[in-house]
């Protein structure tokens, strides 16, 4: 399973000793505070100071959020590091040829000198975390406009780093109710030491993915590398194995029922407070359409990599990414309504409104909250499901081809300004790079295929009012053909290579 930074660097209570898990989820830095003895009666042998401190090395310093959105976890004094299979597995694919094909043969390095480089892999430590909601808030209030507070947050940001390597960023949490500030330190230079066969890596397909219990040896494992003063550099041979501030041992006793287990890291984001309406959009509308826009796209992916070694390699890591949500959506779904979440929810919003009425005080307060909530929602559902099917489309599990088209767009529109800076050269370059780097993951004929495939699911599905106006208008002049079309746009443009 993907793990995505929406949430980020939170603690996972999952079990205790009872047949329920008792289920949380927290911040580091409140631990202390909120839960510590509770998690301690439960079973936990360690204080909140060692998940969390800055005053010393702790747990925190060998949990690190792995290229753009994985959890990993340092191992070793060395600077060694594991994740799970899939998060990297594009990593094993750039290194992968048909004659080389580490992606079903798998990868070890005999050596650190044998150890891969892989540009424009990174992994972040977690150095510190503030509470930053009063001065955030204060902020909003008095700054006119978007721009003054991203200027004043900026601000607080660069202050919180000064005189360091370090990087800065505060989100929000609880819909803009908290802030927090995240003081990050990111290493460049990540090299692949191992990773099992895919026929190890993924043991079980799309079938396991998601489920419990799982058999696959979803593990792939990297190094970090720094610089002779042992801070993040770029890539460079000289570089030496980081020394982090703490490393995990690897338990190889087992566990025993009813031990306490907790996750660490960057999961994604919780839904578990929708109202209802959001719910039965979610179960009826909005994961049938996007599980419905992958299939298609599957289907023709999997069918191309199966007849050629080129393609199967060049589209390994994208049939990973989109099946992975397909499957978690499949999923959702079925335990949505296996546990018939939608009733309970309305039974839940149902007793609330019977107390807030019981109430005068809360009565007041809150007695339309739950009105607003429904109609705000009916007045953005259709928005809600053409962001689901344009984000499939052109974004998520679509036809690559709109997407370097997209990277010129800066180019074109700002060429003149660019000019003037003197970063016309340096733009050009990137794009270069991406290009490069896009090419040789990209089969004209499969992207084809999938546009072909799935353009008649968006056009039929997507909300007629948020299609694009110039799509109406070439398949109005392409009689409704699609192939026609993809003819077109895949036999004319330039970006076909």
Known sequence: ?????????????ITANQAKADEGMWLPLLLKSLCEKDMQDKGLKLSADDLY??????????????????????????????????????????????ENDYIKNGFWAKSQKDELANPGLTVT???????????????????????????????????????????????????????YLFVTETFKDVRLV???????????????????PRHTGDFSVFRIYAGKDNKPAEYSADNIPYKPKYSFNICTDGVKQGEFAMVYGFPGRTQQYLPAVAVDFIVNESNPAKILMREHSLEVMNKAMQ??????????????????????????????????????????????????????????????????????FAANKEALLAYDY?????YSSGPEFFKVMGNFENLVNNFE?????????????????????????????????????????????????????????EMKKKKNSVEALANEIYGTSVFAS
């Not at 399973?1 to 209570?13: E, T």
């Not at 397909?326 to 309305?346: I, Q, R, V, Y």
Request: glycine residues 6%; contains cysteine.
């Open 1 to 13: 399973m993907r793990k995505f930074i929406l949430l980020p660097f939170l603690i996972i209570v």
């Open 53 to 98: 401190s800055i005053n010393k090395s702790s747990l925190k310093d060998a949990v690190v959020l792995f290229g753009g959105g994985c959890t990993g976890e340092v191992v070793s004094d060395q600077g060694l590091l594991f994740t799970n299979h899939h998060c990297g597995i594009s990593q094993v694919q750039y290194h992968s040829t048909v």
């Open 125 to 179: 430590f977690i150095v510190r975390i503030e509470d930053v909601t009063a001065r955030v808030k204060d902020i909003i209030e008095t700054s006119p406009n978007q721009r003054g507070i991203n200027e004043k947050i900026d601000a607080l940001e660069k202050t919180a780093i000064e005189g360091t390597h370090y990087e800065a960023e505060t989100k929000a949490f609880d819909n803009g109710n908290a802030y």
């Open 194 to 212: 191992g990773a099992p066969p895919q026929a190890v890596g993924e043991f079980g397909g799309d079938t396991d993915n998601w489920m419990w």
């Open 307 to 376: 007849e050629n070694d080129k393609v199967r390699i060049q589209y390994t890591a994208k049939e990973s990414r989109i099946s992975n949500y397909w499957k978690k959506w499949k999923g959702e779904n079925m335990g949505l309504k296996k546990t018939n979440a939608l009733e309970k929810k309305k039974s839940f919003e149902a007793e609330f409104t019977k107390r807030v009425y019981e109430n005068p005080a809360f009565a007041q307060k809150y007695q339309a909250l739950l009105d607003a909530f429904n109609k705000l």
């Open 390 to 394: 344009f984000n499939e489309f052109y």
């Open 417 to 473: 300004t660019l000019e003037k800076q003197g970063d016309t050269k340096k733009t050009v370059e990137k794009l270069q790079k991406s290009c490069d780097n896009f090419y040789k993951n990209f089969d004209l004929a499969t992207d084809k295929k999938i546009f072909e495939r799935i353009l008649p699911v968006y056009i039929k599905g997507c909300p007629g009012a948020y299609q694009p106006e110039y799509l109406a208008e």
